[in-house]
């Protein structure tokens, strides 16, 4: 089934009635070439393009809840490439590519709207930062347009200009970011994967890695044993879990970050606007809803919910920056899973075992990196180098203090990010 | 979340500053080379369930405590100063 002006003219007028699953829903079968354990945005786009760049297509992913039930399906949906240090700058520069033919590319309407991101500075030293991100960004091919105090009232009228405490200095437009239909783009992803011929199977969680003389030969799941010659980790949130099933410890901890949606307005807010001195970020959703969110909760947590103190530090944050937002009444809040590296940037690399690759570390920006890491991650089991775009994403730079992304500049140090 | 801080009594989790798991405290030797450091350093068990970790009481009475806690629940089972864990 493909998606055309016709199609839908064509449904239209016949009840909508010729409209089937998008995917299939296979049994797993007893081997694989390739297993990629997770279900979400990365190890669908991993598996879509297994198939679409390498021809690979004996892949089954084995998700343990339903398709895009994790983080992909409860994000704050921003897709941007205003990165600044060597290895992040490069990859996020080829995801945002990747987002800007991926309609066409998968014939799936993922709604990505690039409808520009504004970041805020509040000081001459912010200034200065962001003008060196602003000029790394072009340098790395992508926009950067640096905005005075006017410039951005012309944007953005309805912020507290006269905040004496985080005065508004101007902003760093990055014209290229948005947001995306975060569902969609997954659904996307495993119909193009499925249509492929790659096994999405769901309700199938992982429960052992089986490891024989040093190489992986499989994974035990509840819907029994399944042979694989290559494994891909892509867990986001539970990778430590997962990996320990390797034997394997992680240099990750396990995050809360929440976010928020507000009942639905009308159009207000046409752009993806962040706030550093609050840590606060906003845009608004197609259906009208104010998405926004803040820090994470900062501490080690796998409860899929957060706390009340940084649900208010982000309220004060919002109120502080744009009043106008008290009258908006908040409509639910969730806290995702966050894999969080020591130095805020991810990892893409093979691990101590033959055949077995670790996708993770994706921390609070693994949304709009959904095309860039599948892609990568792809040609990594594929071709057993990784891809250009992704080759300082080592598992080892920790160790050897060589490589490390550190791109706040708070340190490579675990409760810092 | 509130912590039970042995001196000052059980206080909101905004007093508090999270330093990471409480590994932490068996710091190796000078010498005992990069992998040692690197496990200590960075790498983690990362529980989903009961863990122990540091948390400083930085707007109370400023001492360093092991708290055990549930990961998956947000419940806190107790809490120690850093003498009274090394005493255990």
Redesign the interface.
């Known amino acids: 089934m493909r998606f055309s002006g016709w199609r839908i003219f064509r449904e239209g007028l016949t009840g909508n009635k010729g409209w089937g699953p998008h995917w299939r829903d296979p049994a797993p079968k007893s081997e694989y070439d390739i297993v990629i354990i997770g279900g979400g945005g990365h190890g669908l786009s991993t598996a879509y393009y297994l198939a679409k760049e390498h021809g690979l297509t004996n892949v089954a992913v084995l998700e343990k809840g339903y398709l895009g039930g994790g983080n992909v399906g409860r994000n704050t949906t921003i897709v941007r490439a205003n990165y600044f240090l060597p290895g992040n700058s490069e990859f996020y520069s080829h995801s945002l590519k990747l987002w800007e033919g991926l309609e066409a590319d998968l014939n799936y309407n993922v709604m990505h709207s690039q409808r520009g991101l504004i970041n805020l500075f509040h000081s001459d030293g912010q200034r200065d930062a962001f003008v060196r991100r602003g000029n790394a960004m072009i340098n790395q091919g992508d926009d950067a347009i640096l905005l005075d105090r006017d410039g951005v009232r012309k944007h953005l009228p309805y912020l507290d200009f006269d905040n004496t405490r985080f005065p508004i200095y101007g902003g760093l437009l990055h014209p290229r970011g948005g947001t995306a239909r975060h569902d969609a783009v997954a659904w996307g992803y495993a119909r193009g994967a499925d249509r492929r011929g790659v096994d999405l199977i769901q309700n199938c969680e992982v429960t052992g890695i089986d490891i024989q003389n040093g190489r992986v030969t499989g994974v035990q799941t509840t819907r029994g044993a399944i042979r694989a010659k290559k494994v891909g980790i892509v867990v986001a949130g ?1 990778s ?2 997962v990996a ?1 099933m390797a034997g394997m ?6 995050h809360i970050l929440q976010a928020f949606v507000s009942e639905g307005l009308k159009p207000c807010i046409d752009h993806v606007v962040s706030f550093g001195m609050g840590h606060f970020y906003i845009s608004q959703s197609d259906k009208g809803g104010l998405v926004f969110g803040g820090d994470l909760d ?6 899929a919910r957060g ?1 009340l ?1 940084m649900t208010e530090h982000v309220m004060e944050a919002a109120m502080t920056l744009m009043p106008m937002i008290g009258k908006a009444r908040v409509l639910r809040s969730w806290g995702g899973i966050m894999d969080m590296t ?1 130095d805020g940037s991810p990892i893409i690399d093979k691990t101590g075992v033959d055949g077995l690759y670790l996708d993770c570390g994706w921390c609070y920006g693994g949304f709009k990196a959904v095309p860039g890491s599948g892609f990568a991650f792809a040609h990594l089991i594929a071709q057993d180098r990784p891809h250009d775009s992704a080759a300082r994403y080592r598992l080892d730079r ?2 050897t203090g060589v490589g490390l992304m550190d791109e706040e500049g708070t340190g490579a140090q ?2 810092l990010h | 979340m509130r912590i039970p801080c042995p001196i000052c009594g059980t206080r909101d989790r905004r007093e508090f500053y999270y330093k990471g798991a409480a590994s932490m405290l068996d710091r190796p030797a000078p010498d005992a080379g990069a992998a040692v450091w690197d496990a200590y350093l960075h790498l983690r068990d990362n529980p989903a369930g009961r863990t122990r970790d540091l948390w400083h009481h930085e707007a109370g009475c400023g001492a360093w405590l092991v708290v055990e806690r549930d990961t998956v629940t947000h419940e806190v089972f107790g809490a120690k100063t850093l003498e009274q864990f090394h005493a255990d």
């Open positions: 539970r430590g879990q320990a410890r992680l240099p990750i901890e396990s900062f501490y080690a947590s796998y409860a706390n103190p020591p920790f160790r675990h409760n």
